[in-house]
């Protein structure tokens, strides 16, 4: 139900765009988070935006660099990624909310969330 496209390999300092295309029955969807993972680290919440009203929480390392935006005419939720720094490489992930009454903090673990994409990677290098 939802695929992870634009990782690459970007120097520190720079910028990317991921999207997570949303796809099948999206009623049922409410909420749309982003999760990254590095090797030997735990799936860790770096945002996510409610469909109802556009809010959105994020996870405290990418406060002021990070910012997610929904268009609901392309069923495409995406993860403005700015200021990029070395600890920012990660497999990056979107993942569905179905639980309409899930906000907060709620939305950055990993256990609210239904359905997972097979994920992107970023890489942040000189």
């Known amino acids: 139900q939802v695929a992870e496209s634009g990782g690459g390999l970007v120097q520190p300092g720079g910028s990317l765009t991921l999207s997570c295309l949303v796809s099948g029955y999206t009623l049922d969807i409410k909420a749309i988070g982003w999760f990254r993972q590095a090797p030997g680290k735990e799936r860790e919440g770096v945002g996510c935006?409610?469909?109802?009203?556009?809010?959105?929480v994020y996870g405290d390392s990418v406060k002021g660099r990070f910012t997610i935006s929904w268009d609901t005419a392309k069923n495409t939720v995406f993860l403005q990624l700015n200021d990029l720094k070395p600890e920012d490489t990660a497999t990056y992930y979107c993942?569905?909310?179905?639980?309409?009454?899930?906000?907060?903090?709620?939305?950055?673990?990993?256990?609210?969330?239904?359905?997972w994409g097979q994920g992107t990677q970023v890489t942040v290098s000189s």
């Open positions: 935006i409610k469909k109802s009203d556009g809010s959105t």
């Open positions: 993942a569905t909310v179905g639980n309409p009454y899930y906000s907060g903090t709620i939305l950055l673990d990993p256990r609210a969330h239904d359905y």
